[in-house]
C-alpha cells in the first residue's frame, strides 16, 4: 500500500495523459460520464457514480468496426481495430466487476471479440473506492463491495488529504513508475480502514433462491403484471454496466461505407422482429421477462455468474421508477409452480 | 411547409434550403426552371452548416 | 398543503375502490409511492382492497396518458392537467375510446424536478425530503436544507396554463390557478441567438444523446408502430448516438411529428436520463402551432387539429 498526497494527483494524470488515453469522470451540466481527458483539471472524482457506465470506454455506443470500398474487381477493407492503451481512472469497484462479468460475452469457446478485447487487453484500471456509496447501491449482495478489488489494477482509497492506494497488479505498479510514493503508514492504514468500515451498503437484494425460482417461471402469471408501468426504453440497459446488446447495420453511400456496431437493446421491439415479420417477443411482457431473465437466469446458465453488479442506474435512470430490487422481491415472492402447470 | 422552415431555422438551417413547389406533368419547362434554380440557390448557400458544427464525427472511411 | 396532498390521496383510493366494487371499470391507473425520496411509481390496481397504494404527492411527473392505448377493458386514469389533454387528443386521433374511460381528474399544483435539486445539491445524494408549507426540506449525508417548493418545480410546470383537468368524469380536490399568461420568452430568446449559437447549443445538448428513446417512449402521443428512427428498410436516420447530427436530426423530426399534438407536459423531457434540453425544441413547435394556426393541443374535443385530418369510414374511423 503507498501513499498518495490529493495534490500529487493532477501531476500523475497529466504524466498519464501522455502516454496513454486516460478516461476518467467528466462533468458535464450535471452529468458525469468517461471522457478522454486532455489534462489532470478536466476529471472530478467527487461524484457518487457516472451516469453512463465506463463499459462505454470499450463498447462504445456505437463504433465503426471497418469501412468498405467495393472496387471493379475486388472490395478493400480496412479494419477499425482501436490499439491505443488507455487508462479508465477513478472508476467503481462494481463497474470494475462488470468487465469480468463482459469478458464471458466477448471471450468465450464460441466468440473471440477483437474489438473489445483488444481494447480490454490495452486498457489499465485504476479504482476508486466508494466512502459513501448511495441508497441505491446494492453491490454486496452481488459479491462486490464499495472496496472490492477484484478485475482493478489499482485502487485509490480517499482518507481526506490524501489516498492510500493499493497496487493490485504488475500493470497498476507499472502507473506509477518514477513516481516514488512513500508506503503507506500506520495511521493511515488504520484511516484507510475506517473509511471502508464507515462505508455502509444499505440495499440489500436476496440472491439465494432467485435462479431456482426463475427456472421454473417462464410461464408464471406475474409476468403479466411486473412489466405494466415499464415504457419499453433503454434507460435502464444503455445505463447497464453488463448489457452489452448491439446491433450491426452498414452505413453505405455509393459503393462505399462502413459497418457500425451500435448499443442496442432487448427492451425494443425490433430486436427481435425476424425479416418474416413474426416477432417472437411480440409485447412489453417478453421483453421485460427477457431482461429479467438475462441478468438472474440465462447468464447464470452460461457463465456461472449474475449480470448485475448492483450499482442501481436502472433505478436512478428508469423514467417511471420501475426498481429492479422490487423486481426480485416479487420474483422471491412468488410460489414456485412447475412450467408445466 | 411553414412550420419545417421555422424548425430549420430554429436549428440554425437556413429556411431557405427547403422549398416545395407544384408543377404538372405536362410543365417540363417549368420543372427544369425550378430545378435549376433551387440547384444555383444550394451552391450559393453552401454545405450544410450542421454538418461543419463541431462535435460532428468523422467517417473513418471519408479520409 | 401536506394534509391536501394526504386528502387527495383519501379521495383517490375511495374513488378507485367504489369504481372497481361496482365493477364499473376493470383497472385504476394511478401512482403510488416510489422507491426514491419524492418519488412516485406509476401503479395498476385491479382490486378494490389493493386501492389504498394509490397515493398524490408533487412526485407524480409521469403523463399517464402513454398507458392507456390498446386496452380493451374499461379503466379509470388518475389524470393532471397535462395528462387530460393528451387523453382529448389521443381520443380525437381514435387511440383511446372516451367511453372505456373514467377520468379522475387532480388538479395540479406542479411537480418537483429532481435533476433541480440534484444541481442545487451539488450531485449530493438526496436521502429524505419533507414538504411542509411550500418549502421542501431535504436530508442527505452532509446536506440539511430547505428550499420554497416553487423553485424546483418542473419548468414545464412553471409554464403550465391548464393545470387543472380540461377533460374529467370526477374531479378531486380544489381547482388550482392558473400562472400567468405563458409569453414563450425562453422559445424567443433561444431564437434572437445568432444561428452558429443555436447550432453549437443543440449540438452540444445532443452530444449526450444515449438513443435509448425514453423520451419517445414517454410520450403518449408517440406511438408509431414503427419509429421512423427504428426503420431500416430504408435507414432514414443513423443508428449511432454518436452521430450529433443523427441524434438532432430524430429530435427535429418527432417535434415535427408532434406538430399540433404535444401539449408541452414535459414527459420527454423529464424521461431523459442524460438530462438533455428537449423543451426547447417541443415548445417551439407549440408555439408556432399557436403563432401560425391559433391551435393550442388538448384543450377541446370538437376543435379540430391543424395538421391532421383523421379520415372517416362507413366502418368508422381509420
Known amino acids: 500500500m503507498l501513499l498518495l498526497k490529493k495534490e500529487q494527483l ?33 476529471c472530478t472524482l467527487d461524484y457518487t457514480n457516472s451516469k453512463v457506465p465506463p463499459k462505454e470506454v470499450l463498447f462504445p455506443r456505437s463504433e465503426y468496426l471497418f469501412c468498405y470500398r467495393c472496387e471493379k474487381e475486388h472490395v478493400e477493407l480496412k479494419e477499425q481495430i482501436d490499439e491505443h492503451k488507455k487508462v479508465i ?134 409476468w403479466d403484471l411486473i412489466h405494466e408501468k415499464c ?51 411480440p409485447t412489453n411482457k417478453e421483453r421485460f421477462r427477457q431482461r429479467v431473465m438475462h441478468k438472474f437466469k440465462y447468464f447464470v446458465d452460461n457463465f456461472n455468474a449474475t449480470a448485475c453488479v448492483g450499482c442501481g442506474r436502472c433505478i436512478l435512470n428508469c423514467p417511471v421508477n420501475l426498481d429492479i430490487r422490487e423486481v426480485i422481491a416479487e420474483i422471491q415472492g412468488t410460489e414456485v409452480r412447475s412450467n408445466k402447470q | 411547409m411553414k412550420v419545417t422552415q421555422r424548425l430549420l431555422e430554429t436549428l440554425g438551417i437556413e429556411r431557405e434550403r427547403l422549398r416545395l413547389a407544384w408543377i404538372s406533368a405536362s410543365e417540363g419547362a417549368k420543372f427544369a426552371e425550378t430545378v435549376t434554380e433551387f440547384t444555383n440557390q444550394l451552391k450559393e448557400l453552401g454545405p450544410n452548416p450542421l454538418r461543419t458544427s463541431p462535435g460532428v464525427q468523422e467517417k473513418p472511411c471519408s479520409a | 398543503m401536506l394534509i391536501k396532498m394526504q386528502d387527495i390521496t383519501k379521495a383517490m383510493q375511495e374513488k378507485a375502490r367504489e369504481l372497481l366494487q361496482n365493477k364499473e371499470v376493470e383497472l385504476v391507473i394511478g401512482f403510488s409511492k416510489g422507491s426514491l425520496p419524492l418519488r412516485y411509481t406509476p401503479c395498476f390496481i385491479r382490486q378494490p382492497e389493493e386501492a389504498e397504494k394509490l397515493a398524490w404527492g408533487y412526485g407524480c411527473e409521469n403523463n399517464l396518458a402513454v398507458y392507456l392505448r390498446k386496452r380493451p377493458e374499461k379503466m379509470a386514469v388518475i389524470a393532471k392537467g397535462c395528462d387530460s389533454r393528451s387523453i382529448v387528443e389521443l381520443i380525437k386521433e381514435n387511440q383511446v375510446k372516451r367511453e372505456n374511460l373514467v377520468i379522475i381528474g387532480v388538479p395540479c399544483r406542479g411537480m418537483i424536478d429532481r435533476q433541480k435539486l440534484s444541481r442545487l445539491l451539488a450531485g449530493k445524494e438526496l436521502r429524505e425530503a419533507e414538504i411542509k408549507d411550500g418549502l421542501v426540506a431535504v436530508q442527505g449525508k452532509d446536506i440539511s436544507a430547505s428550499f420554497p417548493l416553487d423553485q424546483l418545480l418542473y419548468d414545464s410546470c412553471l409554464t403550465c396554463q391548464h393545470p387543472n383537468p380540461v377533460l374529467y368524469d370526477y374531479l378531486l380536490g380544489e381547482q388550482v390557478p392558473a400562472r400567468g399568461s405563458d409569453t414563450f420568452a425562453d422559445v424567443a430568446g433561444f431564437e434572437s441567438r445568432p444561428p452558429a449559437e443555436r447550432r453549437s447549443y443543440l449540438m452540444k445538448e445532443l452530444s449526450r444523446c444515449i438513443r435509448c428513446y425514453a423520451c419517445r417512449q414517454a410520450c403518449p402521443m408517440c406511438f408509431c408502430e414503427e419509429c421512423f428512427a427504428d426503420c431500416s428498410m430504408p435507414q432514414w436516420v443513423s443508428k449511432s448516438s454518436l452521430d450529433v447530427q443523427a441524434n438532432l436530426f430524430f429530435q427535429a423530426v418527432r417535434v415535427l411529428h408532434l406538430a399540433g399534438r404535444c401539449v408541452d407536459c414535459g414527459a420527454c423531457d423529464r424521461a431523459c436520463p442524460m438530462g438533455i434540453d428537449l423543451r426547447t425544441l417541443t415548445r417551439k413547435m407549440v408555439r408556432d402551432i399557436q403563432e401560425l394556426f391559433g391551435y393550442t393541443a388538448g384543450i377541446s374535443l370538437d376543435e379540430k387539429p391543424p395538421l391532421a385530418a383523421p379520415i372517416k369510414t362507413a366502418a368508422g374511423h381509420v
Open chain 1, 231 to 281: 415504457l419499453g426504453c433503454a434507460a435502464c440497459t444503455y445505463t447497464c454496466p453488463t448489457c452489452h446488446c448491439f446491433d450491426i447495420v452498414d452505413e453505405a453511400q455509393g459503393n462505399e461505407g462502413c459497418r457500425v456496431r451500435s448499443w442496442d437493446a432487448c427492451m425494443f421491439p425490433l430486436f427481435t422482429l425476424h425479416g418474416s415479420g413474426h416477432n417472437p417477443r
Open chain 1, 89 to 222: 481512472f477513478g472508476l467503481r469497484p462494481c463497474d470494475a466487476r462488470s468487465f469480468l462479468l463482459l469478458d464471458n460475452v466477448f471471450r468465450n469457446e464460441r466468440f473471440q471479440d477483437p474489438y473489445y478485447l483488444t481494447r480490454r487487453k490495452n486498457t489499465v484500471l485504476v479504482g476508486l473506492g466508494c466512502n459513501q456509496p448511495p441508497a441505491t447501491c446494492f453491490c454486496t449482495s452481488l459479491g462486490s463491495g464499495p472496496f472490492a478489488t477484484e478485475g482493478l489494477d489499482l485502487l485509490l482509497v480517499d482518507i481526506g488529504d490524501r489516498y492510500v492506494l493499493e497496487v493490485l497488479t504488475e500493470r497498476g505498479q507499472e502507473l506509477l513508475s518514477g513516481m516514488e510514493l512513500p508506503a503507506a503508514d500506520q495511521e493511515a492504514r488504520e484511516a484507510a480502514q475506517k473509511v471502508k468500515e464507515g462505508a455502509a451498503v444499505s440495499s440489500r437484494v436476496t440472491l439465494e433462491g432467485l435462479k431456482s425460482k426463475l427456472d421454473v417461471s417462464f410461464d408464471h402469471p406475474l
Open chain 1, 10 to 42: 493532477l501531476a500523475w494524470l497529466n504524466k498519464l495523459t501522455q502516454a496513454y488515453q486516460v478516461f476518467a469522470p467528466v462533468n458535464e451540466e450535471g452529468c458525469v460520464s468517461f471522457k478522454q481527458i486532455e489534462a489532470g483539471d478536466q
